[in-house]
């Protein structure tokens, strides 16, 4: 029988993370920081890191969710209702509950617009 505890699957979750994108998890850590840093400043958000994603959690439920998508990209799906996309804002199969992305190549594009839409997903899901 075969065992794995928790380090284990964190090891082997890292090694895959750099094997598929060229970067380590602390690379990517840096990439989400400013979307999490964002979050924490919009109400009561739980914070849930899974396997490929992180998920953003109103007392309610999951409003929005970051994930890396390419070697150069992360995007950020958010539960919006009865709202078209717009700006840069795209369609998306994220998740189905996640019909809305927005692609960030750098921290600097978590921009106004960015926390226009974050907080209204937030607002909507509270």
Not at 6 to 24: N, P, V, Y
Not at 89 to 109: F, N, V, Y
Request: glycine share 6%; charged share 30%.
């Amino acid at each position: 029988m075969l065992t794995r505890d928790w380090q284990g699957m964190r090891d082997m979750s890292a090694r895959l993370l750099k094997e598929r994108s060229g970067r380590d998890v602390s690379a990517w850590n840096r990439r989400i920081k400013a979307v999490l840093a964002a979050a924490a400043g919009l109400g009561e958000v739980v914070i849930q890191a899974r396997k490929t994603f992180v998920s953003l959690v109103t007392p309610r439920r999951t409003f929005a969710r970051v994930q890396a998508t390419t070697r150069t990209r992360v995007d950020l799906g958010l539960r919006l209702e009865r709202q078209r996309p717009a700006g840069r804002m795209r369609s998306s199969k994220i998740h189905d509950t996640m019909r809305h992305q927005i692609s960030l190549a750098s921290r600097d594009e978590v921009d106004s617009e960015v926390l226009g839409w974050l907080q209204r997903a937030y607002d909507q899901n509270c």
